[in-house]
């Protein structure tokens, strides 16, 4: 079965500092990969969208980055952090377009 | 622009009570549409989902209905359980990308 790995649970870092979020799929593959990020009290919010290796489409022009070094692994970087970035971050995948996607459980990144 | 919208933030219902969770879409262009499911501190779970071509998929305890003409789906769960208790979230797809509405929080009574 297909699962979906997504590291740190949890992150606080400084304002000003890098970040790198990383997300693994497993038992699937030329999965599409999604970063997306939730505000409090809205929905998710797609960020990132990718359909294979470094094939990257930004839905929202910001201060974050993503790129897919292999196949089933997707990571949302940022050179420098603001206020702004924090959040819940979340990666999914589908099969392809308009099937279900998976997402993992997560990322509350917190900026201070 | 939020495309995807669900008017009611919470939702409170007995224990073996129906749980009717509603959606509202602006773009005709959507044509699929899904529910998750969310607990605090985890992703979004898929429940159920149905193409824009059918009215209605029922899988177990939950049902989606899809009213093209009015632009609205609607989830039903019966009977609803306290491990339903959650975040539903709507969400439509065109191409590869989903809008997800702002979700509903339901809570199951005892």
């Known amino acids: 079965s297909q699962t979906i790995h997504q590291w740190p649970a949890t992150l606080v870092q400084p304002v000003g500092s890098p970040l790198s979020l990383e997300c693994t799929v497993e038992?699937?593959?030329?999965?599409?990969l999604y970063w997306y990020r939730q505000a409090a009290g809205r929905g998710l919010q797609l960020l990132f969208y990718?359909?294979?290796?470094?094939?990257i489409s930004s839905e929202v022009p910001q201060n974050l980055s993503a790129s897919r070094p292999q196949d089933r692994q997707f990571i949302l970087s940022s050179k420098k952090l603001l206020l702004s970035d924090s959040g819940f971050y979340l990666c999914?995948?589908?099969?392809?377009?308009?099937?279900?996607?998976?997402f993992g459980d997560g990322t509350r990144l917190s900026i201070l | 622009d939020q495309q995807v919208k669900q008017n009611s933030p919470s939702l409170s219902v007995q224990e073996g009570r129906i749980s009717i969770l509603n959606c509202d879409y602006t773009?005709?262009?959507?044509?699929?549409f899904l529910w998750y499911k969310k607990y605090p501190a985890e992703g979004p779970t898929f429940l159920i989902s149905?193409?824009?071509?059918?009215d209605k998929n029922e899988d177990g305890r939950f049902t989606v209905f899809l009213n093209k003409s009015a632009k609205h789906l609607s989830l039903h769960i019966v009977p609803s359980q306290p491990g339903d208790s959650a975040v539903y979230f709507c969400a439509a797809y065109n191409d590869y990308k989903l809008s997800f509405g702002a979700g509903t929080t339901v809570t199951v009574r005892a």
């Open positions: 990718s359909v294979g290796i470094g094939q």
């Open positions: 773009n005709s262009m959507f044509d699929y």
């Open positions: 999914a995948w589908s099969s392809t377009d308009n099937q279900p996607q998976h």
């Open positions: 038992g699937t593959s030329n999965p599409n």
């Open positions: 149905i193409s824009s071509i059918k």
